[in-house]
Each structure stands twice: as C-alpha cells, then as structure tokens.
C-alpha cells in the first residue's frame, strides 16, 4: 500500500477518533504531497519522494518546537512536537549512529575518497543509500568526521 494511501487511512481514523493534533498534521502531509504531485506533473510520486516529503515535514515541526522551547512557549511546543510524532509512523526506522557511520566508511572506501574535496560524492551516495532512515545533517556529520 502506498504511503499517501496510508495517509488517507490514517485521516480517516482520526476523524473518527476527534483527533485533532494527528488530523491537523495528516492534512498538512496530503496537502503537501498534492502540492508536489502538480509541481513533478507526473501524477504518481516514487517512494523516494514521499519520504522526502514526509522528512520535510517532521524537520520543520520539529525546528518549530525547538524555537518555541527557546522562547519559553512550551504551549505551542508540544503539539509540534506530537504532530512530528505522527508524521515519523510514516518513515521507516532510523538507522543509529554507528549505522550510519559503517555504511559512510563503506562508501569512502568504494568511492576511493581522499579528503574534504571528495565530500559531495560522498554526500550524494550515502544520502540516496539512506533516504529516509538517516537525517542529512548526521550523514554530513559522520562524512566530514571519516574524511579527515
């Protein structure tokens, strides 16, 4: 079953539940999978996409969470924080550190990177390698590290 199909099932339910945190964040993740279903014009979005999509999404809710806790306004916090939640059921489990990292000196060495100059290439294989498992910012963390 596709993933916007799993969306729309899981609307369903919390409708009928009243739930209003996990409808609010489910519209926001159709909304946005429509919005990029006009702008590819291809009509169907590959699995790839829908997991970039749905990244997206968690990443701005929980940026937002993060400044709100800064400014003390946990009330406004929290739902973003749960809306990310919901949307993560979506995206398939996340790889741990040392994970990430084997998979990273795997492709340096398939690669035959040599320094900082090689990172791109380097960036670009793991990240398609691990879409959806691995944030870009670890990748990019973990790359830099084994590179130097």
């Known amino acids: 079953m596709s993933v916007q199909k799993q969306v729309m099932d899981k609307m369903k339910e919390a409708m ?3 739930d209003t945190v996990a409808l609010t ?14 702008e590819v014009g291809s009509g169907e979005l590959s699995e790839g996409d829908e ?5 997206k999404q968690v990443k701005q809710r929980k ?5 709100f806790s800064e400014q003390g306004r946990s009330d406004l916090a929290e739902p973003e ?22 998979v990273v000196k795997e492709t340096i060495a ?6 900082m100059k090689d ?24 790359v830099r590290k084994n590179l130097i």
């Open 16 to 18: 009928k539940s009243k």
């Open 25 to 38: 964040a489910l519209r926001a993740l159709k909304s946005a999978f429509m919005l990029a279903n006009t």
């Open 51 to 55: 997991m970039k999509i749905i990244q």
């Open 63 to 67: 940026d937002s969470a993060a400044v």
């Open 81 to 102: 924080l749960a809306e990310a939640a919901i949307l993560e059921q979506f995206l398939p489990e996340a790889l741990s550190e040392e994970e990430i990292e084997k």
């Open 110 to 115: 398939k690669v035959g990177a040599e320094g």
């Open 119 to 142: 990172m791109g290439k380097v960036m670009g294989i793991v990240s398609k390698q691990l879409a959806g498992q691995a944030d870009g910012k670890t990748i990019s963390t973990l």
